[in-house]
């Protein structure tokens, strides 16, 4: 233990304080609990939910990253999230979502078996509606 405080020491002056302009770890603690106190939920979700579509296009756009399941699942759990963040942040994200949809479809058009619902992806399944929670509607070959 005299090793730890030695440590936790090291940087800061000979009386134990922080080195100037640095906080203690008193107040970083006092600071983030200030910043959880004021987090919403509302916003970790709208955080969350860019993160997913972030990486669903990642998912969709990348060759070296392409996993059009994940990106599937990534759509809808957007769509489904989307409701739950402020309202004027709703437009924007719904605008995201049907972006990513057409990627998607244009991908899925392309697989290896070419035309109307192939996917890239091992297992040869077609993008149809097979999680019916939360699906749009456009998973649904035409």
Known sequence: MADEEHQASEGQPSGGQPSEGQPSEEE????????????????????????????????????????????????????????????????????????LQVLYAKQAGEGPAGGEGGEEEPGGEPPGPERPKGDSGLWTPG
């Not at 916003?43 to 996993?67: G, M, T």
């Not at 990534?74 to 004027?88: C, W, Y």
């Not at 942040?89 to 605008?95: E, H, K, V």
């Open 28 to 99: 970083l603690r006092a600071q983030l609990e200030d910043e959880i106190r004021r987090v919403r939920v509302e916003d970790v979700i709208l955080q969350s939910v860019v993160s997913i579509l972030n990486l669903s296009a990642r998912r969709i756009a990348k060759d070296d990253e392409r996993d059009l399941e994940q990106a599937k699942i990534g759509i809808d759990a957007g769509s489904a999230l989307v409701d739950l963040v402020k309202p004027d942040a709703q437009p924007q994200l719904r605008q995201a979502i049907s972006e």
